[in-house]
């Protein structure tokens, strides 16, 4: 008796059955077939019923022994066992009936899957049927006439499937395949050798193979390729051409429909149907069977093979090729994953090993041995398992790596030193895992390694740049503030710790590379690294924090305030000892000087405030700002008092900021007198800051402050408007006194293109003449950039526009500025106009100024005329205007314009007038 079971997954059983051959399933009778050897673990009655549409994991059973169908019969229905010991199940297709209303119902176990296609079968109609179409017809489940409309086809189909499943020639078949594709060294080839066996033993003369493309979309023709004859080449070579969607071609279709599809004639397909048949007809083709191999529900492969002549559907040959393909796809998914791997293996950047558990090196790819310095994997498990070799660099990183494993079953990025072949040393990261079997046991250690030595290069370069000036290789400014923080921190601690900072500074560096061009001021920054560390005890913390600034941090061994700054000082001189000699540069000798500012913590001056680093900076720095007002070369110990100036200082540059928005600015107006009428000839504008806090304040106690700050343009601009438009007040209140003029005092940053642009929007917005403005400047403005100076002046002279140089004598004073520049008058610096009387040298100075100005042409200003005899000796020697407090102090404007209003001031006009004659005006 038999019995036919369709088995989902039996869990036991159904695996022993699979495990064991036949003999070991009962002492009952044993098929005919032969058991392949070729293939353990599988049974040739596995997946039978594949090639009839049976998808996921199934197994078809042929049980001989009764003890066994009986513990099957158990797991389906225990009345099916009871029925089976009867006999009242006579048959395959009695006990088919029979298991019909158990396997639809809901309640059927679901490990037990039941065929789509015997879903909606009819029992009843079971019965014994050929599948029989025209020239085209589908394997066992498709075509014309298909399982699911015709189930007797099914019955028939199953009953030949079994019986050819157990002849010899079918066995003898499947033996060679398996060999033969067991035996293929990849996919291709094993493709290729199934190919061969199947044409070669079932009668076709050529075969090619189909595969899904990488991203599954189409199938492409594979380099699998069997030909029996000759003259095929050009239908080869348009296959291997050819994309096939789903569906399309013959191939596409059994792709689509995974159910094999035999072709008898290729003269009665159409060009819709098969595009191919003329090419095919033109090689000498004529029919073919197309068969899929599958793994579960996925078609791993399309096989075709070729006749050169018609060939008539062979149900039997049929049904042999879809069994023998439906077994292949196990075999071939398994080649497929190994060529995937061993390519992977092969090609991978990372070195891969597999490692025994006594260490000895099992396999290895080629990367893992080009990384070490082997010409070949072999050659170095050779080296590597080697008992005078060693590795790990460190063999304390060996047994913490395995330490690892044991741990944790797997260790990641774990980096380490080993050794090459020719013994250099690299940084590699390597990650290992343990591979053990079902019970546990521990077969070897898996993982792969990378070379990071170029990484750890990197890291060690970014981490010694994170810390380390680049062009000197001193500490760099970040470096040296996290060893500020820990000075100042264990000052807090520990009230006896004492320690330096020298703040130094090159003075004109700015000036050399101008001159000698930026690298050699990098030369140069280079060399006088080198003498400071020299210089200066191993100790101390030198560091660059930028340009051309240094910074040296000493820790004091002083106990005393005295023995502090006498270290300092001692420190400091050793520091200027650098300089002394010359830099030689490419042949030229360069000397260098440098100003410092030092600090000394705790402070001597008992400031109580907690300390801060940014504080001791700051300290540093305006104590080496002090040093370079006094003289280049020097140093300045910060101190209470500089301390004081340093906080109001930096209050009166905030404050300054702020000015012009709050207007807190206005401009006073000093009236310049002409010496031989006493008459107000016109004035100087002079700023002043109403500070709410120091009230009012001259201009000598923020100009300078805002020329470092780079506030004085804001400010110089402010100035030009509101002279503008208190000359346009005067000319509207009182248009009477006019003409008049009005000195407007410009900082050498304003001389720029944009200053001419800007006094002519005002001059044209308030209505103003040329003659009624006149702009002061000072030689050193004129000395630092002369060339943009002329041109900003040749602008404002087409404007009629006068230009007055101020304080004459006392900058460069170079005549050659009388010559080259538009200058239409001369003010004479009132420490001149105080000590000529007294001092001959000053009395002749004047003398010469005033003769000179004269002889050009140019009108002369006397400053600070405070004495009837100065306007005396000015007159004598031919000077016509003067300012001073003899006259007037500088008044707002509203007092300013009550003098041109009522004339002279009592203190003008109760001076004696001079008979001599009036000076031109202009």
């Known amino acids: 008796m038999a019995l036919v079971i369709c088995l989902g997954c039996i869990e036991g059983v159904g695996r022993s059955a699979m495990a064991r051959s036949p003999q070991d399933l009962g002492t009952g009778p044993t098929p005919t077939t032969p058991w392949p050897e070729e293939l353990p673990h599988r049974s040739p009655y596995t997946e039978l019923w594949g090639p009839l549409g049976l998808t996921g994991l199934s197994l078809v059973l042929w049980v001989s022994d009764r003890l066994l169908r009986h513990r099957l019969l158990k797991v389906l229905d225990p009345s099916l066992m009871a029925a089976d010991s009867l006999g009242a199940v006579p048959g395959p297709l009695g006990r088919w009936r029979w298991l019909w209303p158990r396997v639809r119902s809901p309640q059927f176990p679901r490990s037990l899957r039941l065929p789509r296609f015997l879903a909606h079968a009819n029992p009843e109609a079971l019965g014994d049927g050929v599948v029989q179409g025209g020239n085209r017809s589908m394997g066992p489940m498709g075509g014309a006439a298909s399982a699911e409309s015709c189930p007797s086809t099914v019955a028939a189909a199953a009953s030949s499937s079994l019986a050819e499943a157990q002849s010899p020639a079918y066995a003898d078949l499947w033996n060679r395949v398996v060999a033969v594709t067991s035996a293929a060294a990849d996919f291709d080839s094993a493709l290729e050798e199934a190919l061969q066996v199947l044409g070669q033993e079932t009668g076709w003369v050529a075969g090619e193979a189909w595969v899904p493309s990488l991203d599954g979309a189409s199938l492409v023709c594979s380099p699998a390729w069997f030909c029996a004859i000759e003259g095929v080449n050009l239908f080869r070579q348009a296959s291997l051409d050819l994309t096939l969607k789903l569906g399309c071609q013959p191939p596409g279709r059994v792709w689509q429909t995974k159910r094999p599809e035999w072709i008898s004639n290729y003269e009665m397909e159409s060009i819709d149907h098969c595009s191919r048949s003329q090419m095919a007809l033109g090689v000498g083709l004529r029919s073919s069977v197309v068969l899929p191999i599958l793994t579960g529900d996925h078609v791993l492969a399309v096989l075709t093979l070729f ?14 090729l879809a069994i023998v393909t439906a077994q292949l796809g196990p075999i071939l998914q398994h080649k497929q994953a190994e060529a995937r791997y061993r390519n992977l293996f092969e090609r991978a950047i990372e070195g891969i090993f597999q490692v025994a558990p006594d260490g000895r090196y099992l396999h290895a790819n080629p990367a893992f041995a080009a990384i070490l310095g082997y010409e070949s994997p072999a050659a170095a498990l050779r080296a590597l398992n080697a008992t005078d070799r060693r590795l790990y660099v460190r063999p304390a990183d060996e047994v913490r790596f395995l330490e690892l494993l044991e741990q944790s079953q ?34 070897y250690y898996e993982g792969c390694l990378l070379d990071i030595t170029s990484r750890k290069w990197v890291e060690a370069q970014l981490q010694y740049n994170s810390s380390h000036d680049v062009l000197t290789g001193l500490w760099n400014r970040a470096w040296f503030l996290e060893r500020l923080v820990e000075a100042v921190s264990r000052g807090r601690r520990d009230p006896q710790f004492r320690f330096v900072l020298l703040f130094l500074d090159i003075d004109g560096f700015k000036r050399i590379n101008n001159s000698l061009g930026y690298w050699v001021g ?5 060399m006088l690294a080198g003498r400071l560390e020299k210089a200066i005890s191993p100790d101390y913390v030198l560091a660059r924090t930028g340009g051309d600034e240094f910074v040296v941090l000493v820790e004091s061994a002083a106990t005393s305030d005295e023995g502090q700054l006498a270290a300092a000082k001692a420190a400091a001189h050793r520091l200027q000892d650098v300089f002394r000699d010359p830099f030689v540069v490419d042949g030229r000798d360069v000397f260098l000087q440098a100003s410092m500012g030092i600090v000394c913590r705790p402070d ?87 500070h709410p806090r120091h009230g009012l304040m001259m201009p000598a106690s923020f100009i300078g402050l805002a020329e470092d700050r780079g506030a004085i343009v804001p400010i110089g601009n402010w100035v030009l408007q509101s002279a503008c438009k208190q000359i346009a007040i005067w000319k509207t209140q009182m248009p009477e006194v006019f003409p008049i003029w009005v000195n407007v005092n ?6 720029v293109p944009e200053l001419a642009d800007l006094i002519e929007v005002l001059m044209d917005a308030y209505d103003l003449e040329g003659y009624e403005l006149r702009l002061e400047i000072t030689e050193t403005s004129l000395a630092l950039d002369p060339n943009a100076s002329r041109a900003c002046l040749d602008r404002l002279r087409e404007r009629r526009i006068k230009i007055c140089l101020d304080d004459f004598g006392t900058g460069y004073c170079s005549l050659n500025y009388l010559r080259e520049f538009p200058i239409d008058s001369i ?12 001092n001959q040298r000053d009395a002749a100075i004047v003398r010469a100024v005033i003769g000179l100005a004269n002889d050009l042409g140019l009108s002369v200003i006397a400053e600070g005329i405070e004495t009837q005899p100065q306007i005396d000796h000015l007159q004598d020697l031919g000077c016509g205007f003067g300012q001073g407090y003899l006259f007037s102090r500088a008044v707002p404007a509203e007092e300013a314009g009550q003098f041109l209003n009522a004339g002279l001031p009592p203190a003008i006009r109760s001076l004696p007038r001079s008979q001599s004659a009036r000076h031109p005006l202009c």
């Open 827 to 838: 003010k004479i610096e009132r420490s001149f106009i105080q000590a000529m009387l007294e």
């Open 307 to 320: 006749a050169t002549s018609p060939r008539e559907r062979d149900l039997t040959l049929l049904n042999r």
């Open 522 to 526: 990098d030369r140069l920054l280079m």
């Open 746 to 751: 410009l900082s050498a940053r304003q001389l």
């Open 604 to 690: 001597s001056h008992g400031d109580s405030r907690p300390d801060q680093p940014y504080r001791i900076l700051r300290d540093a720095d305006a104590a080496l700002h002090r040093a370079k007002q006094q003289r280049n070369g020097s140093f300045v110990i910060f101190d209470a008092a500089l301390q004081s100036d340093t906080e109001q200082l930096l209050q009166l540059e905030t404050d300054l900021r702020w000015a012009i928005e709050r207007r807190e600015f206005c401009l006073h107006y000093q009236p310049i007198v002409s010496l031989d009428s006493r008459s107000i000839v016109g004035f100087e504008s002079l700023i002043r800051w109403q």
């Open 410 to 443: 797997d260790a990641c990025n774990f980096e380490c030193q080993v050794y090459c072949q020719d013994g250099q040393r690299i940084w590699v990261d390597q990650r290992a895992q343990a591979v053990r079997d079902r019970n546990g046991r521990l077969l």
